[in-house]
């Protein structure tokens, strides 16, 4: 029943994206950050369902003439920048036929990224975006937040199997990203029973990012609680509010989880910790022998032996660093091209809060901007510590950010048109898109125009 479940809104959502391509792009969202194929026991395990969602989203794009070239802006065009180079470190590492599938799953997600910033214009589509992209995340942070809560914390929490996030690290700075996007949503809600649900769903996401256990998670989620408390209306309120929630999910945790995180301080001391700092350390040293990086795997013997001062003492570990990850993949010049990329972004972003917050019609766009430069700063504390660097939910923030000013810089609320059952109005207690033309204010406006010229 489940398989039927999962496949039937897939058919159905690749059909619609057809003639709606932008759907497609939220279909391949749901599936690519959630997997819920995964939670399925028959045929749709394994099934082409992203494949497919992604193939009809495409049709859909060429037949459209609702899209707009994407590398049109800054953001964007030094993502492509990073692709291409990424594409030149692959042909040219050490084993292209053996990385080909790494970089041919980069590639995908990373062409969808850019069809998502061609087709997504509108405030009901960037809306509709937002919401599929967090509850994909939120409904699994949820989860693992009942299940910590159950548990009282002594069993880890992990991601969904066989995807980015699989691991219990990784899934931590999943939600540490997701978490203030969710604040983002919440402010958008009238209903103070949708505001309260959303609330504890933050709550939850914050104790499954705790029950993963993972020290990189915990310090995301603090650098993303510390600038959330900073960008916050009443900083006295919030902080209180934060403070408590902190107190008790971590007087919660067991002790284990405590002897875990004490470790931070004593990382000579921890294996795992030691084998991080050998695979950084070989990232860098052969960042100067290899230009455009070793290709999509530096975790190979023979590069321990050569560039790293541990050699094989502690393995051959992953960097669990986007920094090194980069480093070691794509050389100097890729690590540098991913930072301008992400800084510019953060730049962008900020672009967003200061000038949406102009006016009432727009006050939604400074809320998102606001809340996607807390989900980076998340993002760039907890990945120094783990190996994301390709993972969607940063590139889908990104899309956000780029599709949103180009919504502001259009004022776009001034001739967009919303239908008088629109989606959001089944959204229990989120607010109307506010500042666009109702169907019938736009024939008014209309018929008046009309008039006049006579």
Not at 228 to 243: D, E, L
């Amino acid at each position: 029943m489940r398989d039927l479940i999962i496949v039937a809104i897939c058919v159905f959502g690749s059909l619609v994206a057809l003639r709606k391509p932008w759907i497609g792009v939220l279909v391949w969202t749901w599936l690519s950050l959630m997997n819920p194929h995964r939670y399925a026991w028959g045929f749709a395990y394994d099934a082409p369902l992203a494949a497919m969602s992604a193939a009809c989203t495409l049709l859909g794009l060429m037949a459209t003439r609702d899209r707009r070239w994407p590398i049109s802006n800054a953001p964007t065009a030094w993502f492509v920048v990073f692709m291409v180079w990424m594409t030149i470190s692959w042909l040219a590492g050490l084993s292209p036929k053996d990385d080909y599938e790494q970089w041919n799953k980069v590639m995908k997600i990373d062409l969808m990224i850019l069809v998502a910033i061609a087709l997504i214009a509108s405030k009901e589509q960037i809306l509709g975006f937002a919401w599929v992209a967090v509850g994909s995340l939120a409904l699994l942070g949820a989860k693992g937040g009942v299940f910590t809560v159950m548990t009282g914390g002594n069993y880890r929490v992990w991601g969904p199997p066989g995807s980015f996030i699989g691991g219990n690290n990784e899934f931590a700075l999943a939600l540490a990203i997701t978490i203030p996007l969710m604040r983002f949503l919440q402010l958008q809600l009238q209903s103070k029973w949708g505001r309260h649900a959303m609330s504890a769903g933050m709550v939850l996401c914050a104790a499954a990012a705790l029950g993963s256990h993972s020290r990189g998670g915990l310090l995301a989620v603090s650098a993303m609680g510390l600038l959330m408390w900073w960008r916050g209306r009443n900083r006295f309120v919030g902080g209180v509010v934060i403070a408590c929630i902190a107190l008790l999910l971590v007087a919660f945790m067991p002790d284990q989880w405590g002897d875990r995180m004490q470790t931070i301080e004593t990382y000579q001391e921890d294996r795992s910790a030691m084998g991080r700092i050998a695979a950084w350390n070989l990232a860098w040293n052969a960042s100067f022998h290899y230009p455009f990086g070793v290709g999509f795997n530096a975790a190979r013997q023979e590069l321990f032996l050569a560039f790293s001062d541990y050699g094989l003492e502690f393995g051959t570990p992953v960097a669990h660093s986007i920094y090194f990850q980069v480093l070691g993949h794509h050389g100097l010049g890729g690590l540098a091209i991913f930072l301008i990329m992400w800084v510019v972004t953060y730049r962008w972003a900020g672009w967003l809060r200061v000038h949406g917050a102009q006016m009432s019609e727009t006050r939604w766009v400074s809320d998102l901007g606001a809340m996607c430069q807390v989900s980076l700063v998340g993002y760039a504390v907890g990945g120094a510590f783990l190996s994301l660097a390709y993972f969607d939910l940063p590139y889908i923030v990104m899309v956000l950010v780029v599709v949103s000013r180009a919504w502001l810089e259009k004022r776009r609320w001034q001739t967009e048109i919303y239908p008088q059952r629109a989606w959001w109005h089944r959204v229990p207690g989120l607010r109307g898109p506010g500042g666009g033309l109702s169907e019938v204010q736009m024939l008014e406006a209309t018929a008046v125009g009309s008039t006049e010229k006579k």
